[in-house]
DNA sequence: TCGTACCTTGCATACGCATGCAATTTAACC
DNA sequence: GGTTAAATTGCATGCGTATGCAAGGTACGA
């Protein structure tokens, strides 16, 4: 017969406020609702005797109704790279500022994005943030079919029906290789990442092209096989020491360059004055003066805004919008570790001095 | 009398798999329930079902029941640091591998992190972890009244009645100066961070204390503000511009000494030939050749654990056990920033050669 | 004075699932 | 084969909130 059994204590539910004010449930909610109709006199009534109660919507419960948990799920399959910090700040502070929640997932190394999707989406997260990670069109089809907006930030699958943001990498390594031509080097190399990574894949594939457009000789190239400082150290030890050195090499990114530069200097080699060296992405580190490095600065934070824009979590039921594709240009920063060795143009002479 | 009206068609539900199996609801949650008893057999028709039909059971609603979101709140005041994407990578590893999920906190340059308290309570999150950030006895008790475990990381208030977890900093302080006195430094300083971060109270006070027992003179200080590159940097140009200079210097963390290291040699001075330089932390950065910082190494992998350990997620309902403050011990790394200055122990010596 | 329109509130129900209890089936044993 | 215990399943209900609908209240104009 008892009516309520021994609450938890834990727990200050509307109907505690209502029971406290001689009001309904359903007045309470809608003091603490945006958009439903109550008096002024009245949600001042409520909120006050909230306070006193301590009394704090259950938005759990919300969701269950609404069918929005204002839940943002961000893949991060990459903290190690400084590059990836600064995504999450930025990605999350745009979220943040729209209302919304972060839900965080970290895949274990090696641990396919795919396997922890149905995880993310039994959370019912409003949204999907991939960095640096793929999944297969399966999954990108169940995401579809539950109206669940997907973004993959600085990666992108052709063909693949999620929406994608990333700087204009062809762009920027066409700038690069402009640049190093321009300043009179004449044996470029590249540094290669994962092979099958579109960043990896485009900044290769401008900076080669456009090479080739100015006249260069084929470019000399390296796979260091992932984006972290080892992998870019052991391959520019491996590079300098091969018979025909390079007077610059580009890297697929910054801390590949760094770890480029250690490994140039434990040679003996000075930079820039022995060989140049180039990121992508400017990290923090790249401005340090002990590596003080020539990079395309990928706009962070306009990215972030631009593939938190594109979920619609503004909108109240999802209007699914068509995948979109959205490329933003980087620009070239011109540190100390590169240098200009002679006439500009593509000039044909040979050493230049200091 | 329609039973049902449209439904939306994006949610596959309980319901859903038990009418295509002519079975109940109920069975449906004990097929994806742990403790619940059902056959094998069942079980079996029941997945089979549900992955036709792409059901997938929605944790929200769930938790509604169970009273558990299997989330836990982390709040990261920092994510410029390199101290913090590394602990950050450890507390997400160690939340997913007891199979919870985590729910990411940024307060915006400023705000308090008691503002966003509420917010983050309201999503029943079963748990929180605030690192380098504090929160009012208020906010701990409202936390406590809710059984919600709240861990503090790298950081703790005395008396505040939450769970914290830091290594020893006063013991590694104590380390430092251990090391630079027997190493013969003569004129050791300390440059501090904000004043009221108990990081930094306890470095300060570790190291001092130690000098003052090891009979050296009162230590130089400088005030650097917090705990940046920046900060680091410019309190050391005021310093070693003093008539007096160190012969060593220890920082509040290793970020402030990378920039401690790059403005002395702005100032044209060697490191450590002119001045030895000591940080705090290990961060990735403190290992690269161009700082080789030496540093105390903080066991982040180990502090995560017990961290998340305190917080009893595994106890079905929260043993509210009583608050406790567990410090790690972490260990000298000795690199080339620092270097021998004549005879071991408390030597008179003058100067030392290189 | 009454009637109309609008604003405010309460009632009832649904969101999707977990779980105590009773009913039913299966297994086990003599 | 019969009896009893154990395992399995269904029924009914509740978790805390939002919301359509109807009822009540207020203000206003005629």
Redesign the pocket.
Known sequence: MAR?VQ??AT?V???DV?RKL?????????A??M?????????RRVIDASNALG????VI??S????RTNMVAIVMANLVDPFYPVVLDELVQQVQARGFQTLLFVPSPGQPVDDIMPNLLQYQVDAIVLTSATISSAMARTCAARDTPVVSFNRYVPGLQIHAVASDNIAGARQVADYLVSTGHERPAFIAAQRDATTNIDRRHGFMSRLKELGMPACLEEEAGDFSYEAGYAATKRLLRKAKRPDAIFYASDIMAAGGIDAARELGMGVPEDVSIVGYDDVPMAALPCYSLTTIRQPVAEMAKVAIDLLGLADPRGTKSAPAMRTIMGSLITRSSTMNRGTAGAGRKRKAAR
């Not at 009394?55 to 259950?58: E, L, M």
């Not at 269950?64 to 069918?67: A, D, E, K, V």
């Open positions: 309520r609450k938890p727990q539910t509307a109907d209502a001689g009001v309904s449930q359903s007045t309470i909610s809608r603490f609702s958009t439903a109709s109550i008096s002024e006199k009245m949600k009394y704090q919507p259950n419960a919300r269950l109704i609404t069918r």
